[in-house]
């Protein structure tokens, strides 16, 4: 463990000690070897900008990098020119689709690249200086996801989100992780006090590698283990968000107020005040990628598949959250979620690469999930069609912290109901779910349950609505709290409940039915939350 914490991807000793001038103040960030230095004060904004570009090596940011990065692409003949534009192209893992203008040596990118259906035609004055270049379809990748791949095994996929604050837990934790077939930690771990400013990503590391030393000596494995990150504040928990929240240079990132024009922040229980990101600007977003998920991608505790990361508030900046130092409603919510949008088919591009899986922890819907509920309006600026459409193609799992509620939305059945359909429409786009619900303190009671009838129980709601919506690759989690003493195994998870023989089916606004091989399930919202599970 401590060989793997203390040399990075290309073995190289790390050095564990090294500091950085900013904001005229030295400060200690200690992060296992994977941190490179920040831009300075004394660097100008551009400067600043492109020192936090490409720092571990990733594709540029979007496919507009063909013109504006490299400097071959001037003066070298239109044919050189196009080879170049293409060349980058094929390295750009969201570049699918793109149109190039050729034009006097130099190539522009005409049309976006994740969107082409909506953009116009080519225009041009001479035919012979533009060129249409379509990136050929790569091979169908293996999946990423390992509950989907596992399909339906007839039981719940249970999901594990605990932490240790002390450290590294115990065997008998580790032993009930194992049982799950996904299992994480969070913000928490190793620390919660202004000493852990700076060691999230080695905290982190350190646990994963903990999971999976002991995974691989029981040889467990189907269990996906994964990270914690945070993509609405830069916290500096962790070193590469802390670099860029205390960097002056760096203060276009952020969001700030529209009276007073200060930074956005939010006061934090480890003593220090994170700025809120804004991914319109552009430079924000390619920090972002190059160099948090590019840290989280070249670690070497995520190597080999089954891994994760789970990325929190990934939209409440833009759907309804006010919070921190500024009054959210003044912000263009639809300017802040497209560049939110628009930054996201590089992140999860680069970590589908690694073999990661994000996770986003999202408040948003689908437009079609309020159709004939009133009481549920969308709670974004754009539904999450948008989200989904952007991301065709590649990996990432849906999760819903407090279902089937949510946070920032009217409370009542239509928005319960709202949510329920979201998820069985998430499922027919192959996003996968986790199902965050609240439940009974630990230690779950010893009860023995008998077939045929009614599961009952303190969970039964929590398994009903998980039958009613689930797809291969859908996980509950159930807890009071996000450590690890709130975690437990039910009884539930031990029944056979078989494979689903069709699709919900919807009896009325709110309510639903699915038979499976081994139960039968019901579910009503429309007043309290009812859910029946009848075991064959």
């Not at 990098?65 to 534009?85: I, V």
């Not at 009952?456 to 709290?481: M, N, Q």
């Not at 038979?515 to 939350?529: G, I, P, Q």
Request: glycine share 8%; with cysteine; aromatic share 10%.
């Amino acid at each position: 463990l401590e060989h793997r914490l203390s040399t990075d991807r290309t073995g190289r000793s790390a050095d564990r000690s090294k500091s950085w001038d900013i904001m005229g103040t030295a400060r200690r960030l200690w992060a296992a070897g994977w941190l490179v230095a920040s831009a300075t004060a004394a660097e100008t904004p551009g400067q600043a900008e492109a020192a936090v570009d490409n720092a571990w090596g990733l594709p540029p940011l979007d496919c507009t990098s063909c013109q504006s990065r490299n400097t071959l692409l001037k003066d070298l003949g239109t044919q050189l020119t196009l080879q170049a534009c293409q060349a980058s192209c094929d390295a750009t893992p969201v570049c699918r689709f793109v149109n190039y203008a050729q034009s006097n040596g130099a190539c522009q990118l005409f049309s976006t690249c994740l969107s082409p259906s909506t953009e116009p035609a080519p225009k041009c004055t001479d035919g012979n200086w533009w060129t249409t270049y379509t990136r050929a379809t790569p091979a169908p990748s293996p999946e990423l996801w390992r509950p989907t791949e596992l399909g339906f095994t007839g039981k719940i996929k249970p999901f594990w989100f605990g932490a240790s604050p002390e450290g590294l837990v115990d065997t008998g934790t580790l032993e009930l992780m194992a049982k799950h077939t996904v299992a994480g930690f969070g913000w928490q771990t190793g620390g919660v006090g202004s000493a852990s400013v700076g060691r999230g990503e080695a905290n982190g590391a350190a646990a994963v590698t903990h999971i999976r030393d002991y995974l691989e000596t029981v040889n467990r494995t189907d269990t996906t283990v994964f990270q914690y990150r945070q993509i609405q504040v830069a916290i500096q928990l962790f070193a590469q968000t802390a670099l860029a929240a205390i960097d002056p240079a760096l203060e276009g990132f952020w969001l700030k107020d529209g009276a007073t024009g200060k930074v956005c922040l939010a006061q934090q229980p480890w003593s220090t005040a994170d700025p809120y990101w804004s991914f319109r600007n552009a430079s924000a977003a390619a920090y972002w990628v190059n160099r948090v998920i590019g840290q989280l991608a070249a670690d070497g505790a995520m190597e080999g598949g089954r891994t994760a990361a789970f990325f929190d508030e990934s939209d409440q900046g833009q759907c309804g959250y006010h919070g921190g130092s500024c009054d959210f409603t003044q912000f263009n919510k639809t300017a802040e979620q497209e560049g939110y949008i628009a930054m996201l088919p590089s992140m999860v591009a680069a970590l589908n690469a690694a073999g990661i899986v994000p996770i986003l922890s999202l408040d948003n819907r689908l437009a079609a999930s309020s159709t004939g509920l009133p009481g549920a309006p969308l709670p974004c600026a754009l539904p999450e069609d948008h989200v989904v459409n952007a991301l065709a193609g590649l990996r990432w799992v849906r999760f819903y912290e407090n279902w089937p509620a949510t946070f920032w939305a009217p409370k009542g059945p239509d928005t319960l109901a709202a949510m329920v359909t979201n998820a069985i429409l998430e499922a027919n786009h192959s996003v996968p779910t986790v199902l965050h619900i609240g439940g009974p303190k630990c230690p779950a009671p010893n009860r023995s349950i008998t077939r045929p009838g009614r599961l009952g129980g303190d969970i039964e709601f929590a398994v009903a609505s998980y039958l009613i919506v689930a797809s291969e690759g859908s996980t509950l989690s159930v807890s009071t709290g996000w450590m690890d003493k709130d975690f437990c195994w039910w009884p539930e998870y031990d029944v056979v409940y078989g494979t689903p023989l069709a699709a919900p089916v919807r009896t009325g606004s709110h309510t639903w039915v699915r038979n499976y091989t081994k139960a039968n399930v019901e579910l009503d919202v429309s007043s309290n939350r009812v859910g029946a599970v009848y075991l064959l």
